[in-house]
């Protein structure tokens, strides 16, 4: 698993999104609550990416955006999930393999994030909808690190 | 079930939650995305309020609520239910068995809900924190049911 | 929608599942508990296809067999998907988002046809496990629809 | 964290189940996988145990299921849980807290206990089928509990 890990993490990287810009998110919606640094929410990431729920929601959702956007999957399925309108939603169910995971205060902070989009998560999306790679699964995957992570630390 | 759904609806307003109140939320979250009405809004609550998932959890919530308030469970559930630490759950959980029949629009609205806490949302809480009635389960089922709502009018 | 209904019909007999094997597991799981013809449960197997949730999951699942079938996916996810072992755990997820949609009897009936597989979805099972082709995601999908039509007819 | 994890476990006990019993469904199902002993899985239903979602579920579970049987909660409420009538669902969905933090295998194996009802499970169901006690959140959680083992021993 730790070798899936590293290549989640690479994953991530070629798509435009690094542990540090998660764990900034991570820290601007905990300072509130707790005293942290920058550089513990970036451990609580790299912890919650030990998971294998949250290395397979990567994996498979990166792939799925990458098939979508070189057109590799039926018509149907790139239609759906290049044009991602709110009503698709199996993004937001792939994601819930990781938020399910982490307990309830995950699943209201995912709910949170992928409505205000901050940071990394709006830039992803912002890509998406310009056209200029298929971001449908990433950023709701992003989100869902996100949650994972706030929920680890309120439980702590 | 028809009975059912008078009482529910009965127990909400015992609560201080009227159907007018939940669609103020509903009409605000969703006027940016579509023309409607407070009128449509009502309806849409009162068709949601329809599906025996919602009128379960609702009777349910409500039940335990006054429970706790009232101390008729096990000591160490009154503390967990009336303290309503962030970290005891169950209330999302039974949420979810509203929101999850609505889908990932539900999903996704509950979790802003829950953490923006608008409205008769954010009055509810109140009420609880300041322990003039137990409203752990109470604020939860108000928001899986606007965030119904809004994935109702949202699929249309 | 009507049009993605009837793709999503005949993406699973391309891959060997038609209504009246989906029908023939309803009847056999529901005869037991009230009286039921197989045309009745044809019937409410084709209501069930109605829903955007069972065809998005449908056409997904599929799509993204396919593509790990014929290697279009990064390679580390070709092999978690054609090797699905028990602990990959994406593909019980995306038949979530139908099962979720159908309530509590839908998710019980749901983990118990995953694991005894009856008839076409034992048969799938079998060609996935010989490697002639891919069916990760299509056990699943059609032991969720299944349990939604399941549900359906409890709830009636 | 500690004491609420053995009032739990007292809890369990004073509602007829044992860590003994849980332990003995747990090794039924997972001796055809791997070589287990009965101590092993006695442990691994004690880490179960230390989870805080497993430790709130249970106590609530527990509380409703005893304020039901003694008439401390609205009388619908009452009616709808001591009839536990497959519709009502809300038994289901509590026990999701503990299923949903253990995986997918959690979550297939919860289906398949839920209608099996082997051994202890059995015998809480019959108990509140003789309407001696009130089980109906008890054996949803039973089950529940035997799942995340389950899915914990599948994990290793």
Redesign the interface.
Known sequence: MVN?KE?AIK?LEERGVTIHDIALIVYDLQKQYTTITHEYCQEIVLSVLEE??VI??I??G???D??AETN???K??VD??TNDK?????D???A??IV??F???A??????????KPYIIGRIDQLGKEKRICTTFLDDIVAAIVAACSSTI??K
């Open positions: 899936l290549i994953r294998k729920e397979y929601a994996l498979t990166i792939a799925i990458k098939a590799l999957l039926d149907e399925v759906l999930i709110g009503i698709y939603g199996i937001e169910i792939l819930l393999s399910n995971r307990g309830s205060i699943l209201t902070n995912f709910g949170y994030l992928d409505k205000e309120a439980n």
